[in-house]
């Protein structure tokens, strides 16, 4: 597993609605984010990965943080007007019950963090990092106080990931059957309001749902009552949004990488680029928007090591076999059970990360040979219709 766990006693950790039926189902417990989270459970992570893609795996990502954006004068389009401050995605344009995919940026077109918007007719539903939860809203308190309200909710979330997700949770959510990739939106599951939507970080279809504290537990266990559904640790996560090709903060994106190097391009809509309506506007704005349009001098990619052996986050990457200066570093890497085969992704210089070209990465000391190919390493479910 490439996510790193934290290291302080576990009195100092935090504990999620769902701790307790982590211990009972026999989960081994880690530090991360701050947090006393299940890495892995009795199935195994190697088990747990090939469960979600095959049939559906309940993640808790309650650690996440969930904030509520409201315009003082009640119309949501303020408030997302507001929020385009901070990040260089098209928030106005964004329809009610639905979702998108944001950054916020730094002056330098740096990525402080990377999260999830959601539009509801009277507010924006911010999902993000667990170990930024506290900087986001610190940032969007400090810069959008004087128009927008902003409230952190203590709320369980959880994942229900892979293609019999839907099968599980339409039995107690019925509105949900409806719903398409990155649609949000209110429900009623066991008698609890809760916020589901559909999205994920597995590259599989599911859903994401926002869960009050005190019903958690109860539906939880309804939910893995059914023999499709099986608890899945932090270890299977990452494996499977690395073969998603799916970024985790603080390993393959930070404050020191833009969106462009980062090859979230697509994530910057038409409308704040140079030429668009809004464009402009947030912090960074002239490196990110200089860097769409004359490109980046080196670039996220994904890598396949031509040998057995995974190549981890922090391998250097050279040009050659032998001699030279590193040109990269690996900043995910692992082995993907779904491709049964060792993946990577890491950042090289732009005339380096074209389809095919071959690198060698630092594995102990012996170079190894890798390939870069196309992202992701498996193809996407999501449900689109």
Same mark, same amino acid.
């Given at each position: 597993?490439?996510?790193?766990?934290?290291?302080?006693?576990?009195?100092?950790?935090?504990?999620?609605?769902?701790?307790?039926?982590?211990?009972?189902?026999?989960?081994?417990?880690?530090?991360?984010?701050?947090?006393?989270?299940?890495?892995?459970?009795?199935?195994?992570?190697?088990?747990?990965?090939?469960?979600?893609?095959?049939?559906?795996?309940?993640?808790?990502?309650?650690?996440m943080g969930q904030i509520v954006l409201r315009a003082k004068r009640g119309d949501v389009d303020e408030a997302a007007r507001a929020l385009e401050r901070l990040v260089p995605v098209d928030v106005l344009g964004l329809a009610v019950g639905r979702q998108r995919y944001a950054f916020f940026t730094n002056e330098a077109?740096?990525?402080?963090?990377?999260?999830?918007?959601?539009?509801?007719?009277?507010?924006?539903?911010?999902?993000?990092?667990?170990?930024?939860?506290?900087?986001?809203?610190?940032?969007?308190?400090?810069?959008?106080?004087?128009?927008?309200?902003?409230?952190?909710?203590?709320?369980?979330?959880?994942?229900?990931?892979?293609?019999?997700?839907?099968?599980?949770?339409?039995?107690l959510a019925s509105n949900v059957s409806s719903m398409r990739f990155m649609d949000a939106r209110e429900t009623s599951i066991m008698g609890a309001k809760c916020i589901a939507t559909r999205s994920g970080y597995t590259?599989?279809?599911?859903?994401?749902?926002?869960?009050?504290?005190?019903?958690?537990?109860?539906?939880?266990?309804?939910?893995?009552?059914?023999?499709?559904?099986?608890?899945?640790?932090?270890?299977?996560?990452?494996?499977?949004?690395?073969?998603?090709?799916?970024?985790?903060?603080?390993?393959?994106?930070?404050?020191?990488?833009?969106?462009?190097?980062?090859?979230?391009?697509?994530?910057?809509?038409?409308? &704040? %680029? $140079?030429? +668009?309506? !809004?464009?402009? @506007?947030?912090?960074?704005?002239?490196?990110?928007?200089?860097?769409?349009? #004359?490109?980046?001098? &080196? %670039? $996220?990619? +994904?890598? !396949?090591?031509? @040998?057995?052996?995974?190549?981890?986050?922090?391998?250097?990457?050279?040009? #050659?076999?032998?001699?030279?200066?590193?040109? +990269?570093?690996?900043?995910? @890497?692992?082995?993907?059970?779904?491709?049964?085969?060792?993946?990577?992704?890491?950042?090289?210089?732009?005339?380096?990360?074209?389809?095919?070209?071959?690198?060698?990465?630092?594995?102990?000391?012996?170079?190894?040979?890798?390939?870069?190919?196309?992202?992701?390493?498996?193809?996407?479910?999501?449900?689109?219709?």
């Amino acid at each position: 597993m490439s996510v790193a766990a934290d290291k302080p006693s576990s009195d100092s950790l935090r504990r999620t609605p769902l701790y307790d039926l982590h211990r009972a189902l026999g989960a081994r417990m880690v530090g991360f984010a701050g947090y006393e989270m299940p890495v892995q459970y009795p199935m195994g992570v190697l088990k747990e990965h090939l469960h979600t893609r095959a049939a559906a795996g309940l993640f808790d990502v309650s650690h996440m943080g969930q904030i509520v954006l409201r315009a003082k004068r009640g119309d949501v389009d303020e408030a997302a007007r507001a929020l385009e401050r901070l990040v260089p995605v098209d928030v106005l344009g964004l329809a009610v019950g639905r979702q998108r995919y944001a950054f916020f940026t730094n002056e330098a077109g740096g990525i402080l963090d990377d999260l999830m918007i959601a539009r509801f007719p009277d507010s924006l539903l911010l999902i993000c990092n667990a170990a930024r939860k506290a900087a986001d809203e610190a940032h969007l308190r400090d810069a959008l106080s004087d128009c927008c309200e902003i409230e952190a909710l203590d709320s369980a979330l959880i994942a229900l990931q892979g293609p019999r997700a839907e099968s599980a949770l339409a039995p107690l959510a019925s509105n949900v059957s409806s719903m398409r990739f990155m649609d949000a939106r209110e429900t009623s599951i066991m008698g609890a309001k809760c916020i589901a939507t559909r999205s994920g970080y597995t590259g599989e279809d599911g859903f994401e749902v926002s869960i009050p504290s005190s019903s958690a537990r109860e539906i939880v266990e309804t939910l893995l009552a059914q023999p499709n559904v099986a608890p899945i640790g932090l270890g299977a996560r990452d494996s499977l949004r690395l073969e998603a090709g799916l970024c985790l903060y603080g390993a393959d994106l930070d404050e020191a990488t833009t969106p462009v190097e980062n090859s979230l391009s697509w994530a910057i809509q038409k409308v &704040r %680029r $140079r030429g +668009g309506s !809004r464009a402009g @506007g947030f912090p960074g704005a002239d490196v990110i928007l200089n860097q769409l349009d #004359a490109g980046a001098a &080196r %670039r $996220r990619v +994904g890598l !396949r090591p031509e @040998g057995r052996a995974p190549v981890r986050g922090g391998a250097l990457l050279f040009a #050659a076999a032998d001699g030279g200066e590193p040109l +990269g570093r690996i900043t995910s @890497g692992g082995f993907g059970p779904s491709v049964d085969a060792p993946i990577a992704m890491g950042y090289l210089p732009a005339a380096l990360s074209k389809i095919g070209s071959r690198v060698f990465a630092d594995l102990r000391g012996k170079r190894e040979p890798a390939t870069v190919v196309t992202l992701p390493f498996v193809k996407p479910h999501y449900k689109h219709r």
